[in-house]
């Protein structure tokens, strides 16, 4: 009886448990391969290989982390967030038209500073661009469907400062927290999307 | 003469698309283009003008040591060409690790030859007119594997190590942008802008796509990429720090690729848009 009992047990670390240290013993080597391959290029530093929690709670969960750990990070990513000190939300979207469609932006061949948002690598927006990529949803006609409201716009501003506030393994890059986009360049993008005069909306 | 006539189809080719503005439209019109291009090259494809200075590369001694590459072991013994490519990677049991064809090729061209890594690695990405020789040579050693199936192995326990790693590497989400080649390549049917984005996560057609048509002669540029070349330039999408040339790294990445592209039939060096 005994034996049985300690013989499922082994049977199950085989089969299982096992799989998943086999998986993090695999994860392990991979980083030291890439820590002794890569070298620093521009303003890509090799430390870009150290993952933050989040990062790493998203590639050993694959993207599908457990609902208390999502509920913690998705917290602390929300607080990190700085709103704009004169609660205004929106700028111009002229200039947000300009960041949403170049893909510049923390290459190591990007000059630091010159970055853009990428939107149109990933999203529809305006039904003038027709060349839009498909790794998100369709933007198009954003503010005109969600509703100009004041909780809209917060809310937008807040999802390209950090989408991982509110998804916490979304493949949509945190522009804000990164440093990718600075308050002003937000703003102008956030003004793309809820600006009833922008070319998404019509 | 067949050459000249390729060479200069493809130069203006070249030269119409680095004109275009990046639209939609522009972009079908390109993808036209590139169709009726592919069709002209079909018959005579401008990777054979790599292939003949590979196979020049292949055979003459060069080097310090003043020697050919004809003794090189790309895994089916010391020189054999034919069906090379196809099972590559595979491990080498004189280095004691999994080595990618090109990362294969730089070996032999440091042992048998006496090149110096740091020399090969210095500049190893066409440009221009410009094509380093490993690129030639790989494509030279691709094409004697032309039509047949794709047979990476797994029977060693350091290819089946090397595929797990690779794996690992694939999913490792990192730096500033949260990216991990599966962000690109890890579902069906996503897009970046107009161009489709193959899903290298599933075993078969849509994996072969890291295979087939590589080393390619692409239209942008009209010069000719290999896989390192590709990997290098998804790694700087990815907004991380730049990989070492023919880096175990990258050796990992393309096993665990190439292994999902079994049974797929490789049609030899092609084009690449």
């Given at each position: 009886m005994r034996k049985a009992i300690v013989f499922a047990g082994v049977a199950a670390v085989a089969a299982g448990c096992a799989t998943m240290q086999d998986e993090a013993a695999y994860r392990e080597q991979a980083v030291a391969w890439m820590k002794r391959d890569f070298h620093a290029r521009g303003m890509a530093k090799t430390d870009r290989l150290n993952q933050d929690e989040l990062q790493r709670a998203c590639t050993q969960y694959n993207n599908n982390p457990p609902e208390a750990l999502v509920k913690r990070v998705e917290a602390a990513e929300m607080a990190g967030i700085k709103l704009p000190a004169d609660g205004k939300y929106l700028g111009d979207w002229k200039r947000g038209q300009r960041i949403a469609s170049s893909g510049r932006g923390m290459t190591w061949s990007d000059k630091p500073g010159?970055?853009?948002?990428?939107?149109y690598n990933c999203h529809q927006l305006s039904p003038q661009q027709p060349s839009f990529g498909t790794i998100g949803p369709s933007l198009r006609g954003y503010g005109k469907t969600r509703g100009y409201t004041a909780e809209n716009r917060k809310y937008v501003y807040q999802r390209i400062y950090n989408s991982k506030a509110f998804s916490m393994c979304s493949t949509m890059p945190r522009f804000g927290h990164s440093g990718t986009l600075n308050e002003q360049q937000i703003k102008d993008v956030a003004a793309y999307l809820m600006d009833p005069a922008s070319p998404v909306n019509q | 003469m067949r050459y000249a006539r390729v060479l200069c189809a493809a130069a203006g080719l070249a030269v119409g698309l680095a004109g275009q503005p990046a639209t939609a439209q522009s972009d079908d019109r390109t993808a036209a283009e590139f169709d009726k291009f592919r069709e002209v090259l079909e018959e005579a494809n401008p990777a054979e003008l790599w292939e003949l200075k590979g196979e020049e590369l292949w055979r003459q001694k060069r080097g310090p040591k003043n020697a050919s590459l004809e003794q090189c072991d790309l895994g089916l013994g010391a020189g054999v060409l034919k069906g090379a490519y196809v099972q590559l990677p595979r491990y080498f049991a004189d280095t004691g690790k999994v080595m990618d064809a090109e990362q294969r090729i730089v070996h032999c061209m440091i042992?048998?030859?006496?090149?110096?890594y740091e020399d090969l690695a210095n500049r190893p990405f066409s440009r221009g007119n410009y094509t380093p020789d490993p690129v030639s040579i790989v494509t030279y050693v691709a094409a004697q594997s032309r039509e047949m199936k794709i047979a990476v192995p797994q029977s060693h326990p350091k290819e089946r190590e090397t595929y797990e790693i690779g794996r690992q590497i694939f999913f490792y989400r990192a730096g500033p942008w949260d990216f991990s080649c599966a962000s690109c390549h890890g579902a069906d049917g996503l897009r970046i802008r107009t161009q489709n984005l193959p899903n290298f996560t599933k075993p078969g057609a849509q994996a072969a796509r890291s295979f087939i048509g590589w080393p390619g002669y692409r239209m942008t540029g009209g010069v000719m990429h290999s896989l390192q070349w590709r990997m290098n330039d998804c790694f700087r999408q990815q907004r991380f720090p730049e990989p070492g040339y023919a880096s175990d790294t990258i050796a990992a990445l393309l096993t665990y690729m190439a292994v999902n592209s079994n049974g797929q039939l490789y049609r030899g060096p092609g084009i690449k848009r």
């Open positions: 010159a970055a853009g948002g990428s939107c | 042992t048998l030859q006496g090149f110096k």
